[in-house]
Nanobody
């Protein structure tokens, strides 16, 4: 049974930084795509960043480009999301998700078969 566990969330002031981590266990294969999603109260879940199998290919949505950096350490089965210059609109529950079948091709939640429980990020102005 694959398990994804997020950590690193918290409360910061605008302009601050947080580093989220997603630790995976329970499988012997490396996910072909791992992504971070977020969901704010009353809003739909949205993908914000994704990283491919080898870690070299990354994608960011426009709202986080230049501020967030996604990376993966396959030896440790961990994916990180470094978030800098945080804004109040970044406040949300953040989830990591893994797709073992497909290479990264967008943020359709139905493509990701495994999800973590989420970690809360709160940014105050």
């Amino acid at each position: 049974q694959v398990q994804l566990v997020e950590s690193g969330g918290g409360s910061v002031q605008a302009g601050g930084s947080l580093r989220l981590s997603c630790a995976a266990s329970g499988y012997t294969y490396t996910s072909r795509c791992t992504a971070w999603f977020r969901q704010a109260p009353g809003k739909e879940r949205e993908g914000v960043a994704a990283v491919g199998l080898g870690g070299a290919l990354t994608h960011y949505v426009d709202s986080v480009k230049g501020r967030f950096t996604i990376s993966r350490d396959n030896a440790k089965n961990t994916v990180h999301l470094q978030m800098n210059n945080l804004k109040p609109e970044d406040t949300a529950m953040y989830y990591c998700a893994a797709d073992f079948a497909r290479y990264c091709s967008g943020y359709d939640p139905s493509n990701f078969g495994y999800w973590g429980q989420g970690t809360q990020v709160t940014v105050s102005s």
